[in-house]
């Protein structure tokens, strides 16, 4: 078996630094290996089902498994009866097995990014043991599994979470077969997982792992790695898992489905910011940065330690972080969780990073790492004062936070010179706390800012009109009353509704004024939501 740390082809001329020193087992132990996913699930589930659904996807895309699991339709997503076609199905199949288990709330709405998440933090534990010995890897796991952007998603009632955790499983195993570490399963099963990230979020799923893959090859120069991937096998395993599903909505939707999926919602979410989700070339720098707190500061240290010129899994590992890094960044559309990929090959590196202070000290870097961590955490602590800038009544719940953020970082900062291995652990408590702190303190704050879910408890599942009403606050009525919410155009449709009786309307802050100085109507407030969004009830005044 070729070893794994051999120089590049590419590369073959020019002289290797020096070698780390090995480790001394590359199998991730098992009490290790549990108490890592324990942890990892137990900060997840924390809390999991007291955060209402949040913004206008989380609401959606609960809703439309709601309606596939009672109607018993697997094929074609449906929202308020009507197809719905612009995500394929995988969540929706989990959540509604979820929803038969837990009934239809907020934990099994999210339950689907918790399994991913787990399974997303254990894989790249794995790789990690493999690729760099087993203290490298439980570091990468701990680095991935506790930092605040795996943490969100992996609370969230989303594809994004899915999508990552199988491309981590999938890259992760074709990454290991071309390194001639794992054996020929390996590649089926990569193709297997292929098959359920084309289900977890389209053709995403296969272009992220064939993008880091293919430039891998390419820089290797090594024709006899590219024989390790021929395997009719994988194919045939990726296109039984996903195409029947593909196969099946197109023959129910038609030309519709090619139309809404994979043209509007995926080819144009590339191309364009039609879905009104701009961001400038370097948006994901300090979505990285910021989402892996309080591990941030290892990042830019274990970057600029990597040597792809003398190391193939450096340079693997590298292209499986850099290529859809920059994928993402020319996209037109960019959003926090489309960066979820690249995170597992950050906590690669960064978990390696963390072995070889242990095992060689940090110096410079260490002191580095904790410069980046002390002005994160200065971000960190800046956050309530911001929300009480913006009168935010809940700003005082996050001083814990700011203040816990600053001690761990100070400390970090005082031991990793002397202390490598210490210095860790206590990150390791630090980021444990910091995500147990932002579950005890989330709830009320995001209630009142990023859900509807108060404006909806009046309605007691009675139709709801929406004029001009924010999308967060009105698209919370998709889960919250039953489906039971219709956009209307204006004046007229709402006093033409309440000439029988009264009518309940959702409307934005201008548009309540209108109703309210309309004289043929009589308006009271049921409740009032996020950004001055209301609940009214509209009867005429006569």
């Not at 290797?16 to 199998?27: D, F, G, K, M, N």
């Not at 980046?372 to 956050?383: C, F, K, M, P, S």
């Not at 579950?439 to 990023?450: D, G, I, K, S, T």
Request: proline residues 8%.
């Amino acid at each position: 078996m070729r070893s794994h740390v051999s120089q590049s082809v590419l590369f073959a001329n020019e002289p290797a630094p020096a070698a780390p020193l090995e480790p001394a087992s590359r199998a991730l132990p098992p009490r290790g290996a549990a108490l890592l996913l324990a942890l990892v699930g137990a900060v997840l589930l924390l809390r999991l089902g007291t955060v209402p659904l949040l913004g206008p996807d989380e609401p959606r895309y609960a809703r439309v498994a709601v309606e596939m699991e009672r109607a018993g339709e697997w094929v074609t997503p449906t929202l308020q009866g009507e197809p719905w076609l612009e995500k394929p199905p995988l969540y929706y199949w989990m959540a509604g097995v979820a929803y038969r288990w837990l009934g239809e709330n907020e934990t099994a709405a999210r339950l689907p990014s918790v399994l991913a998440a787990v399974l997303t933090v254990g894989v790249t534990a794995l790789v990690g043991a493999r690729l760099f010995g087993a203290a490298a890897g439980l570091h990468a796991g701990f680095v991935l599994g506790l930092s605040i952007l795996p943490f969100a998603y992996g609370r969230a009632a989303s594809m994004d979470m899915l999508l990552a955790a199988c491309v981590t499983v999938a890259q992760g195993l074709i990454a290991l077969r071309l390194l001639g570490i794992a054996g020929r399963l390996a590649v089926p099963v990569a193709g297997a997982f292929v098959g359920l990230a084309l289900l977890a979020k389209g053709p995403l799923g296969l272009l992220l792992p064939a993008l880091a893959t293919g430039a891998y090859l390419l820089l290797a120069r090594d024709r006899r790695t590219w024989r390790l991937l021929l395997s009719p096998a994988a194919a045939i395993l990726a296109a039984a898992v996903a195409l029947p599903w593909y196969l099946l909505a197109w023959r129910e939707n038609g030309q519709v489905f090619v139309e809404v999926f994979l043209l509007n919602h995926n080819l144009q979410r590339f191309t364009s910011t039609i879905h009104r989700h701009p961001g400038p070339f370097y948006y994901y720098v300090p979505v990285v940065l910021l989402g892996l707190a309080p591990w941030s500061g290892l990042v830019g240290t274990a970057l600029a330690r990597v040597r792809p010129r003398a190391s193939r899994p450096e340079m693997l590992v590298l292209l499986w972080l850099v290529v859809p890094f920059v994928f993402f960044s020319l996209a037109g559309s960019k959003l926090p969780g489309y960066i979820l990929p690249c995170l597992p090959p950050v906590a690669l590196l960064a978990g390696r990073q963390a072995d070889l202070w242990v095992r060689e000290g940090a110096r410079a870097g260490g002191r580095a790492a904790a410069l980046v961590g002390l002005a994160v955490a200065a971000l960190l602590a800046a956050a309530p004062f911001v929300l009480r800038a913006q009168g935010d009544p809940y700003w005082r719940a996050l001083l814990p936070l700011g203040a816990w953020s600053v001690i761990v970082a100070f400390l970090f900062s005082r031991a990793i010179a002397r202390d490598a291995e210490r210095a860790l652990r206590l990150l390791r408590t630090g980021a444990a706390g910091t995500l147990l702190l932002i579950a005890l303190a989330a709830p009320p704050l995001l209630a009142a800012r990023e859900s509807g879910r108060v404006l909806f408890l009046p309605a007691n599942g009675r139709e709801v009109l929406v004029w001009n009403a924010w999308r967060t606050a009105w698209m919370a009525g998709y889960f919250y009353n039953d489906g039971r919410v219709r956009p209307v155009d204006g004046l007229d449709a709402i006093v033409s509704a309440a000439a029988s009786g009264s009518a309940l309307v959702l409307a934005g802050p201008g548009e309540r004024r209108t109703l309210e100085q309309e004289p043929s109507l009589r308006v009271a407030t049921l409740a009032e939501g996020p950004r001055r969004n209301a609940l009214l009830l509209v009867r005429p005044s006569r």
